[in-house]
Each structure stands twice: as C-alpha cells, then as structure tokens.
C-alpha cells in the first residue's frame, strides 16, 4: 500500500522531498529591517495565494469592523449564515491577511462562510496589546450573532486571548473553533522548542525568541494576554480542533492548549500529522494540507449547522 493511501500516517512524497530541501537561512529580524522581511515574506508566498485564489474562485474586499481594517473573504456561493473570523500568523511581527488566504480562501469556499481577518497592527511598531486589542474589537463586533473562530500560529495565540477577553465580559463564545499550530506560550517553555529546532523547515527557536521578544517586550511572558495557555478557561468553550506535526517547533504549545482547554470543559480533539511541521497547511503542495484543511472545514460546519 502506498503512502499517499494512508493520508496523514506517513508523510507524503511531496512532505520529504520538501524536507529534503535546503532551509532558507534567517533574515536579519532587526526592528529596522521588519519592513524587508514583511515585504519579502509577501513576495515569497505571492504564488501560492494566487492559486488559492484560482481554485477558490473567492472574492476579496477591504472592509472596517469597529474600526479595525479587515480583509473579508467570501465564497462563489455563500451558503453559511455565520462568518469566520480569522487570526493570521507571523509571530504578531510579519504577515497580513493577505498572505493567509493560502488557507483562508479555500477555508471560505468549503464552508461557504464569510471568512473576516483582521489587519491588528504588528510588533515592534506597536507591541502587546495592540493586536488583541484589535482582534478582540472586531470579535465584540461578531459575538452579536454565531460566528466560528481560527487562527493560525500567532492567529491562534489571538483566538485563545479572544475567548478568555470573551469570557471575562461576559460575550457569547464562538460555535466552533480550530487552532492550526497555535502560538500560545512566549516563555520559551516546551520540549519541541528545542527538540524540532532546526527539524521544522517552517519555523526555527530563533524566529520565536525574536518574535517574542518584539511583541511581549518588558512585560511578563507567562501573563495570559501574552501566552493564553497560562489562562483560566471557565465552562462554556466551544468545540475546538487543534491541529500541529510531529516536527512542528510549536508541537508542546498544541499539546499544552489543548489540556488546557479540555480541563476547562471544551470538547476538543487534537491531530498531530507525522513528519509534518508548523502549519503545515500553509503548502499547498501538501496533499496532507489540503486534507488537514478539509477536516477543519467540516469540524466547523458540523458544530455550527
């Protein structure tokens, strides 16, 4: 039986022969250069979110949400009446929702749901708590009516701050929720932080320290509006899937949030794709990441039907 039969038990010959590449060496995360590196980051990935926006067939528009840029994603056809609001990833330091409709276009085309991405403003220019203030505001917006809630790396650090601000005031929860290789500890804490360094070819300890270090600054790394595995959850959280890999940088942060949250009373389910690293789905060269992407489609549609 071939490996491309057992989808996520073995990885894929597209996932070693991208594991046998060379990693790109690390640019020079200075906050004088961060407007390089996004810019080159954008160039990079340019390519992949035009095909996702080919195979999608989605359309894209600027919007404003409580007074945060948002980009809105809609589908050939909507068919959900609940939206997406959807963290992006970056480590609050690079990206923009630009670059993560890799997965937020083909997300909004398999559930037929409005998929909205906040634009928070980005470290070191402006450090916690500028981008969960933002993210939280164009959540607050939402919470008004159901809603489903994702986030990728940094975008899952932002949904989980979400939903303990949520909870805190008293706002409604999402219906669902999915975190892909959720960011949630900037300690520095867990063993795949130094146990898949230098084996995840998407994300290295050194980007992480960086990231860390622009965002949190000075103030506490364990504070649970900086790193949300730390939080006190109450009941009430909706369903979540987690998703990570076994070479994943971020594999103990999954792991962690999702004993967390299961403590705290949500129902949730964790996927660790052998062989395969920090959001993963972001390749769309993967046959893993558009089966990874499949599954979060459907966790989400049937926990809000």
Not at 58 to 72: H, K, N
């Amino acid at each position: 039986m071939s490996d491309e039969s057992l989808p996520g038990a073995v990885p894929s010959t597209a996932a070693r022969a991208i594991l046998a590449e060379p990693v790109d060496a690390l640019p020079d995360l200075t906050a004088a250069n961060m407007p390089n590196v996004r810019a080159e980051i954008r160039a990079f990935f340019e390519p992949a979110v035009q095909r996702a926006l080919a195979a999608s067939g989605v359309e894209t528009t600027q919007i404003r949400i409580a007074g945060v840029p948002c980009l809105e994603v809609l589908p050939p056809q909507i068919t959900a009446d609940w939206p997406i609001l959807y963290g992006y990833g970056g480590g609050y330091m690079t990206g923009s929702p630009y670059e993560d409709l890799i997965i937020a276009a083909p997300m909004a085309a398999a559930t037929g749901a409005r998929v909205i991405i906040p634009h928070y403003r980005l470290a070191p220019e402006h450090p916690w708590p500028a981008a969960p203030d933002d993210g939280f505001a164009v959540y607050r917006a939402l919470a008004e009516n159901p809603f489903a809630l994702v986030g990728e790396s940094a975008g899952g650090n932002l949904a989980m701050v979400c939903l303990l601000r949520a909870q805190k005031a008293g706002l409604p929860m999402p219906g669902a929720a999915a975190l892909l290789s959720p960011w949630c500890d900037l300690s520095g804490a867990g063993d795949s932080l130094r146990a898949n360094d230098g084996r995840d070819p998407f994300l290295s300890a050194a980007y992480d320290a960086a990231a860390s270090a622009f965002y949190a600054g000075e103030h506490p790394r364990t504070d649970p509006d900086i790193s949300p595995v730390y939080g006190a959850y109450g009941p009430g959280l909706p369903p979540v899937l987690i998703t990570t890999g076994t070479r994943d940088l971020l594999l103990s942060h999954a792991i962690r949030a999702e004993h967390v949250l299961r403590a705290a009373g949500a129902a949730t389910r964790i996927t660790i794709w052998e062989d395969l690293w920090h959001v993963f789905e972001f390749d769309d060269r993967l046959p893993e990441a558009a089966l990874s992407l499949k599954q979060i489609a459907e966790f989400i549609t049937a926990h809000m039907s």
